[in-house]
């Protein structure tokens, strides 16, 4: 049997060990972490806590809609048991009956093909396993990759492994073209304290003498480094500055950490800088789904 559960009735000692249990495990399902990056959030639950499904929601003229929580790229099922298709469509078809329509995305593992009522699209993440040394891993980079490596040496940069949330914010603030609002940055500045204080980020970065030129914020779950957020200012553009920082986070947790997740893009360039460090595509689905006209215009008469 599959149950809504509120936020305030989840058992969350249940909850983070079918999480931790998972073969899927990620940060983003972990209810420290969705207290943090969602509005509001509750859960499907099959039977005593077998299999999990997250879903952050809104609300909007009466109606209640799910949504992805930015810096949360995957939800989706979690349970220490296989997933199999059947269950997936229960879940999926009780999250249809419980919110007027909705933006989901599943995690990696979980694929349907063509499911009535859903629009399905498919998108790749980028996953390098750390189990070998950081020799063995280096000769599965790229040739590009090496060369970039190279560039970072000739023009001196200097790594550092202790980054201040302040000072990397005040880096992608100067650094972005598009200045984000003061609502993104209070999110972001939200969102790394919040997990600084669980010890669940190390911020690393890239100087040129006294000047922060590139920085990465890594999130760590169980099983997982994930490079949740990075930035470049323009000179760390120009000496590839982010090679840097994620071959020095390859050679610190190598054989110690089992994956890093570099949460994947969809955007040729960056999946290319991806791929360079050996890592190798998973892809998971996002979804979309609305309700009838008919079901929609009944709950915003009723308002």
Not at 165 to 183: C, E, M, Q, R, W
Request: aromatic share 12%.
């Amino acid at each position: 049997m599959i149950r809504y559960v509120g936020r305030r009735n989840i058992d969350e000692e249940q909850w983070n060990r079918v999480i931790a249990s998972s073969a899927h495990e990620t940060i983003y399902p972990y209810a420290w972490y969705l207290d943090t990056c969602a509005d509001n959030w509750g859960a499907f639950v099959m039977n005593s806590y077998e299999c999990v499904m997250p879903v952050a929601f809104r609300k909007k003229i009466g109606m209640r809609y799910t949504y992805q929580p930015v810096y949360c790229q995957q939800l989706g099922i979690y349970s220490a048991k296989r997933i199999d298709v059947e269950i997936t469509r229960m879940f999926l078809h009780a999250m249809q009956k419980k919110f007027s329509m909705g933006d989901y995305a599943l995690n990696e593992g979980i694929v349907i093909g063509e499911e009535p009522g859903f629009e399905v699209t498919d998108n790749m993440n980028y996953v390098l396993p750390l189990i070998a040394d950081h020799a063995t891993l280096q000769s599965g980079y790229s040739e590009n990759c090496r060369r970039n490596l190279k560039h970072t040496v000739r023009h001196n940069l200097q790594f550092d492994d202790e980054i201040a949330v302040d000072a990397f914010i005040s880096l992608k603030k100067n650094a972005s073209k598009a200045a984000g609002t003061a609502a993104n940055y209070t999110y972001i500045n939200h969102l790394l304290l919040k997990l600084k204080s669980l010890d669940r980020i190390r911020i690393f970065g890239a100087r040129e003498g006294n000047h922060l030129v590139a920085a990465a914020v890594f999130a760590f779950s169980e099983q997982r480094g994930i490079f949740l957020l990075s930035v470049s200012s323009e000179a760390g553009k120009e000496h590839r500055a982010m090679f840097m920082v994620v071959d020095q986070f390859i050679q610190m947790y190598a054989g110690k950490l089992p994956k890093l997740d570099f949460e994947g893009s969809n955007i040729p360039s960056i999946a290319r800088f991806f791929r360079g460090f050996g890592a190798k595509p998973q892809e998971y689905q996002r979804l979309t789904f609305k309700n009838s006209v008919t079901r929609l215009a009944k709950k915003i008469r009723s308002v």
